[in-house]
């Protein structure tokens, strides 16, 4: 099974702040790593899919890097709606896997 | 435009099958390339994957879960059914099911439903 490892678990930041979350795949899954932002109680969000393509509607301070088996994701200005559990998932294999999520959190 | 919807009990017995219907509508699963999941997560807990199927009828499993899951969808009716058996109390947690994109990623997902493990 691929595992998926995130970092950090949490992160403090103020409004306007660059984000950067990283996730790492336990081996090689191309570009097939999707990012998602959940809100307490509500169903997750996709952000970015192919690992660096944004999806439809979210603002572009939201973006996506890498490929193999290091990827991040960065929000360029952290905005107070941006305080959320951000998670990874790879879809390259037969089984797809999510990450542990990293909480941001305001300083 | 797509929507989502999962039901099923709320509250099921130690050792029961649980059996969730995830209802859509704004796509087709006979179309080549899409699939619908399922995903679920503990209170205060991650996502986990569990089951995916394709337009195709090929279906995908969780390892550690395979032995108790089965999908399968109905066509006609817009709707994937997810059973899960030998249900235990670590197993309460809200369950998605989400559409699976062309460009592979989960793109909508429904409002969840929240399934207690208890006698």
């Known amino acids: 099974d691929i595992q998926m490892t995130q970092s950090p678990s949490t992160l403090s930041a103020s409004v306007g702040d660059r984000v950067t979350i990283t996730c790492r795949a336990s081996q090689s899954i191309s570009s097939w790593l999707a990012w998602y932002q959940q809100k307490p109680g509500k169903a997750p969000k996709l952000l970015i899919y192919?690992?660096?393509s944004l999806e439809s509607g979210v603002p572009s301070r939201f973006s996506g890097s890498g490929s193999g088996t290091e990827f991040t994701l960065t929000i360029s200005s952290l905005q107070p709606d941006d305080f959320a559990t951000y998670y990874c998932?790879?879809?390259?294999?037969?089984?797809?896997?999510f990450g542990q999520g990293t909480k941001v959190e305001i300083k | 435009q797509i929507t989502l919807k999962e039901s099923g009990p709320t509250l099921v017995k130690p050792t029961q099958t649980l059996t969730l219907t995830c209802t859509f509508s704004?796509?087709?699963?006979?179309?080549?390339?899409?699939?619908v999941g399922w995903i679920r997560q503990p209170p205060g807990k991650a996502l986990e994957w569990l089951a995916l199927i394709y337009w195709d009828d090929d279906k995908r499993y969780s390892p550690s879960l395979k032995s108790r899951l089965t999908i399968t969808k109905d066509t006609s009716k817009n709707q994937v059914v997810l059973t899960m058996t030998n249900m235990d109390p670590v197993d309460t947690a809200t369950y998605y099911c989400?559409?699976?994109?062309?460009?592979?990623?989960?793109?909508?997902w429904g409002q969840g439903t929240l399934v207690t493990v208890s006698s």
């Open positions: 989400a559409h699976r994109s062309l460009v592979g990623a989960m793109d909508y």
């Open positions: 192919k690992a660096s």
């Open positions: 704004g796509f087709s699963l006979s179309t080549s390339g899409v699939g």
């Open positions: 998932q790879q879809y390259n294999s037969f089984t797809w896997t």
